[in-house]
């Protein structure tokens, strides 16, 4: 058994979204918790040479299908954002900085974006909806703001990103354990059974 796992994940990832859910179901099989990065999708792309499957309209249009068949055999809800593409950096500044603050505010920090962004199809480009978001969860918006905002947190998501990158990180969500790497929510069995043997 391994005691640990470490999850790479960015918000604007549908995929992202649904291995989320996923992970008290890995930790239920495994007894392994995950160690959260959040990481900048764009960032990992621009460095990789990667793309959204959403830039080619066929493939988007399919991979959507195929998510909405793996979030109904989770038992998740899942909404296709008409607001796509998201952009994140915020999103994910403000998750930097709330992982600073203890596993709570984290976990109900994440638990909230993902719910606008893939459950309830907000427009979370808009910083008032973010806002609005943000305080029916019981955050401080302006302080969760300034917090994304401070240099050190920039930095921190930054060097996370780029550590992702260096570990062969293309995409997300990704999972690591050890040095072993699974790419997509669709490797969650793949995942369980590596960190039982």
């Keep these: 058994m391994t005691a640990s796992f470490d999850f790479y994940f960015d918000f604007g990832s549908l995929a992202s979204y ?8 890995i930790s239920a099989a495994t007894g392994a918790k995950p160690q959260m990065y959040p990481m900048l999708l764009g960032g990992v792309f621009q460095a990789t040479g990667n793309a959204s499957p959403m830039a080619v ?6 991979v959507y299908i195929d998510m909405k068949r793996f979030a109904d055999a989770y038992g998740v809800p899942l ?3 008409p607001h796509f593409p998201i952009i994140t950096t915020t999103l994910m500044r403000g998750a930097t900085a709330l992982q600073g603050q ?3 505010a984290f976990q109900r920090y994440m638990d909230a974006i993902y719910q606008a962004i893939w459950v309830e199809g907000l427009n979370m480009n808009d910083a008032s909806v973010v806002g609005e978001v943000l305080t029916r969860a019981g955050f401080d918006p302006a302080s969760v703001l300034a917090m994304a905002n401070e240099q050190a947190t920039k930095d921190k998501l930054k060097a996370v990103t780029m550590t992702a990158v260096e570990r062969g990180v293309f995409g997300a ?11 997509g929510q669709d490797r969650i069995e793949q995942v369980i059974q590596a960190l039982k043997s």
Excluded: C, S
């Design 102 to 104: 203890g596993d709570e």
């Design 173 to 183: 969500p990704t999972f690591f354990i050890g040095d072993h790497m699974y790419w």
């Design 18 to 25: 649904l291995a989320h859910t996923q992970l008290p179901r």
């Design 79 to 81: 909404v296709m954002n």
């Design 57 to 62: 309209p066929a493939k988007g249009r399919y």
